[in-house]
């Protein structure tokens, strides 16, 4: 139990700046001068960090450990978060955003390599499910205290307050994760290793791209249009992005079981995709029926696109080798911070040239429509594959 609380706060503390960025946005926009395409700009570099770092933070973990991958990560977590309080402009805020974006990139290769060296098959897919619900336990309770915190002390005292946090998370992982350093594999064998890479992970990779569009464009902006066409106050806005999180914190638990006996990952996967574009709609339609639908939205945000990574680390657990785990992984974040960097800045872009959320909204959902398209093809070319095995050894 205190190996899975360790991993699921390493996980909230390392995916926690990234919907920072949104929750805090109004008093970027009023201190700092911003507008909402530099905020989409900051969350997409943000994301642009973890792009660029996440396979080489996935073989860092396979080579070094997991334990000791996670404290870097927890550092980084810390000196983002610290230097992000001392932003006097958009270019500051920028280049701090990205220090803040580096653990993102490495969090979940280290936390798979550490349920690898010490959690049997058979038990992963709840611990995997439980700690990948630490991301979502984090952005509720950003969402509670972020805003209130700032507008009480100020958003810069908000920032330094969450960044003690992360020291708390090193030192527990240093007590309670197990050493198990592994011995580094030679430097062609690791090569080798990293071009054959699963097929499936391509696939999960890809999928992963929706759903960074989606992610990204949600925690950058729905607190902005919850605030400019619903009327919400800073606080209550940052609680969309709250209850989003408390919904996906026990779903992402549920769905790590059904990903470790599902038949295939794409049958699940289709089914987050669905849930994810009903959940969009829903935010969408809230400017123009009742803000309630927003709530619902919220919900089903948590229990579909904020809770898909539990499903694309079980996957790389099993589709992977043991050394091969911090590389599969890498290359599924890498895949979800690409739709991560293009979510915000385009649907900011969107919002500014168009002055209205509308569009935006529609082009999120019919992402999702694509993520379904995906996986209903990857499942008929995986049975297609499986019959035609089947033909050849009978």
């Known amino acids: 139990m205190g190996l899975s609380a360790v991993l699921a706060g390493a996980m909230a503390l390392s995916m926690t700046p990234g919907p920072v960025i949104g929750i805090l946005s109004r008093f970027f926009i009023d201190d700092l001068g911003l507008t909402r395409t530099e905020i989409g700009a900051i969350a997409t570099f943000h994301a642009f960090a973890i792009m660029i770092t996440s396979i080489p933070f996935g073989v860092l973990a396979d080579r070094l450990s997991g334990r000791y991958t996670q404290v870097l990560m927890l550092l ?97 992982t240093l007590t309670v994760v197990p050493s198990a350093p592994r011995s580094p ?101 809230a400017a123009h029926t009742t803000p309630f639908l927003i709530w619902i939205g919220a919900v089903m945000v948590g229990m579909s696109t904020g809770a898909w990574m539990s499903v694309g680390m079980m996957a790389a657990i099993m589709v992977s080798e043991p050394k091969q785990t911090g590389q599969s992984t890498g290359s599924i974040v890498l895949g979800f911070a690409v739709g991560l960097t293009i979510g915000p800045v385009v649907f900011g872009w969107g919002v500014d040239t168009f002055g209205s959320y509308d569009l935006p909204w529609a082009g999120v959902v019919l992402n999702f429509a694509a993520a379904m398209a995906m996986m209903l093809i990857w499942r008929l070319r995986a049975r297609s594959e499986d019959a035609a095995a089947l033909d050849r050894s009978t």
């Open 76 to 172: 980084f977590v810390f000196l983002g978060l610290v230097t992000m309080s001392f932003s006097w402009d958009f270019w500051s805020l920028l280049v701090f955003s990205g220090i803040a974006g580096l653990p993102a990139a490495g969090a979940n290769s280290a936390t798979n390599n550490i349920i690898v060296d010490n959690v049997p098959a058979g038990s992963r897919g709840w611990i995997t499910g439980i700690k990948q619900s630490g991301v979502q336990i984090g952005i509720l309770v950003a969402g509670l205290t972020l805003p209130v915190t700032a507008e009480r002390l100020g958003w810069r005292t908000a920032l330094v307050l969450a960044s003690l946090v992360a020291l708390v998370g090193i030192a527990s």
């Open 185 to 285: 594999a030679p430097a062609g064998e690791a090569g080798e290793r990293r071009i054959r890479l699963p097929v499936a992970v391509r696939w999960l990779s890809a999928y992963g791209i929706t759903m960074g569009i989606g992610v990204g464009a949600y925690s950058a902006f729905v607190p902005l249009f919850a605030q400019e066409n619903l009327d919400m106050g800073v606080a209550l806005a940052g609680t969309v992005i709250a209850v989003s999180g408390g919904s996906g914190a026990l779903c992402r638990v549920v769905w790590g079981w059904i990903a470790e006996r599902s038949g295939h990952p794409s049958v699940p996967l289709l089914a987050i995709g669905a849930i994810s574009a009903g959940a969009f709609t829903a935010t969408w339609l």
